[in-house]
């Protein structure tokens, strides 16, 4: 049976115009971070999809969405937006004409059956635009069309027209936004960093959160996302590849740990590797490489750690898939998959063993 979402995945994305900077690219994903997490925070359901017809969008529900805003995201150097540049149209490869910013906007709203309760154009910079009140536009960190003079409606009403064709004026000027945000091209991360400390605190108040390897990990989701691209996709696998819905969120932030107190953990552990059979040299040198791990988690620039603990986890899943695991004991496991993973030799070490079968032990448990 037809679903409402079904034409967004079945509706082809419009090509898009020119390269953007690494800069840029990171600004969207920090800001598309701190929209997850207001969503989150706000909403009783929702899936932010990204990278797909816009930069963002954000639909009231993962199974049964009703209603979705889009949201197109640019960074700006200098200088602000003015109405001349959102009525702009690139040119393609082939030489056709691109839709202008505006016209990107109305351009999913024409598209899709759910009801479009926003058109979103956000950036750091602000608008020089005239405004019907007079009064200044640079000033003001939202603005609807709604606002605009009636000179200025009228020419993106005809501008509109003309690149879609109508015959018709389109409507959507009460529900289309230029909105400045709190986000600095340069300091995005910084920012972003913020925001999740702050929801972090809202979720464990007193808590202790290593605050950059969260945000490494939802830069990673997002990125990964964003990077997703396929021609065919069905919306289950839109869900899974380019969205973000608020299970799925939840899971992720369950993932970071910070439900988890590592010196409780271990002190769950200790009594199983002894009753194991585990020698009392092994486990004080693990004990040791526990809280190692910890302190080297902290850093999110370690890509070598992250990297061997991608492997790890792999094998560890792989063991625990096909039940090798099902009949061992906590010594047992981390030895089974401590062989798998230095029989595969993926990288050089510069951890020692102890501090290898941690990640073990950490991933088990995780």
């Not at 701190?34 to 009783?44: P, Y």
């Not at 393609?92 to 024409?110: E, F, M, N, P, T």
């Not at 079968?357 to 991933?363: M, N, T």
Request: proline share 2%; net charge neutral; hydrophobic share 35%.
């Amino acid at each position: 049976m037809y679903k409402r979402q079904d034409k967004i995945v079945n509706t082809k994305p419009r090509e898009k115009s020119g390269s953007t900077s690494a800069s840029r690219f990171d600004f969207q994903k920090d800001w598309s971070i701190c929209k997850l997490i207001e969503s989150h925070q706000t909403s009783k359901d929702y899936v932010v999809i990204f990278d797909w017809h816009e930069d963002l969008i954000i639909m009231d529900s993962e199974h049964d969405p009703k209603k979705v805003s889009f949201y197109q995201i640019k960074g700006k150097k200098t200088d602000n937006w003015t109405l001349k540049q959102l009525m702009e149209s690139k040119t393609a490869k082939d030489g056709s004409s691109l839709l202008s910013i505006i016209g990107k906007l109305y351009d999913c709203k024409s598209k899709f059956d759910l009801e479009t309760t926003s058109l979103n154009f956000v950036s750091n910079a602000r608008f020089s635009v005239d405004l019907a009140d007079k009064s200044t536009s640079k000033a003001k960190n939202e603005i609807c069309i709604v606002e605009f003079s009636d000179t200025d409606k009228v020419t993106l009403t005809a501008k509109i027209k003309a690149e879609h064709k109508l015959t018709t004026d389109p409507i959507y000027e009460d529900i289309t936004f230029l909105k400045v945000l709190d986000l600095s091209l340069d300091g995005s991360k910084t920012h972003t960093q913020g925001k999740i400390a702050d929801f972090l605190e809202s979720l464990k108040p007193g808590g202790k959160f290593n605050v950059p390897s969260v945000y490494r990990m939802l830069f990673d989701e997002v990125r990964r996302r964003t990077n997703y691209n396929t021609d065919v996709i069905a919306y289950h696998d839109l869900l899974a590849n380019k969205a973000i819905g608020k299970s799925q969120f939840e899971k992720i932030i369950d993932a970071t740990g910070i439900n988890k107190d590592y010196d409780e953990i271990w002190k769950g552990i200790e009594p199983i590797l002894t009753s194991d059979g585990m020698k009392f040299q092994e486990i004080k040198k693990l004990k040791q490489a526990w809280s190692k791990l910890e302190l080297e988690k902290m850093n999110p620039n370690n890509d070598f750690l992250f990297k061997i603990i991608d492997n790890i986890k792999t094998i560890t899943k792989e063991q625990e898939g096909n039940g090798t695991l099902t009949s061992f004991t906590l010594q047992e496991s981390i030895e089974s998959i401590y062989n798998a993973f230095n029989a595969a030799k993926p990288i050089l070490l510069s951890y020692d063993v102890s501090f290898i079968k941690a990640i073990i032990l950490s991933e088990i448990y995780e």
